[in-house]
């Protein structure tokens, strides 16, 4: 099995910075993509980014210019660099990892955007 720690969430004033960390270990093949997901109460879980092992990635329309991935095969490890936070970017943040069409989810992170 794969297990996901997560790590980073928190409270942020809005315009403000977080970075979320998703640490992979396990049974983890060389090639997998790992991904970002969010879900706000009342609404259905959606994509923020997510990244190959090649290092493509894919990022939401909504976070474009504010959110970046990133990855480090060495550590299996995927971060989430988030800027300008705004106050519907908070939610319940999980880190996803998949392997051909079986996914892995962490735990999830709450993060609040509150002035």
């Known amino acids: 099995q794969v297990q996901l720690v997560e790590s980073g969430g928190g409270l942020v004033q809005p315009g403000g910075s977080l970075t979320l960390s998703c640490a992979a270990s396990?049974?983890?093949?060389?090639?997998?993509?790992m991904g970002w997901y969010r879900q706000a109460p009342g609404k259905q879980r959606e994509l923020v980014a997510e990244?190959?092992?090649?290092?493509?990635?894919n990022i939401a329309d909504s976070v474009k210019g504010r959110f970046t991935i990133s990855r480090d095969n060495t550590k299996n490890t995927a971060y989430l660099q988030m800027n300008s936070l705004k106050f519907e970017d908070t939610a319940v943040y999980y880190c996803?990892?998949?392997?051909?069409?079986?996914?892995?989810w962490g735990q999830g992170t709450q993060v609040t955007v509150s002035s």
């Open positions: 996803n990892l998949k392997i051909l069409f079986q996914a892995y």
């Open positions: 396990g049974r983890i093949s060389r090639n997998y993509r």
């Open positions: 990244i190959t092992s090649g290092g493509n990635t």
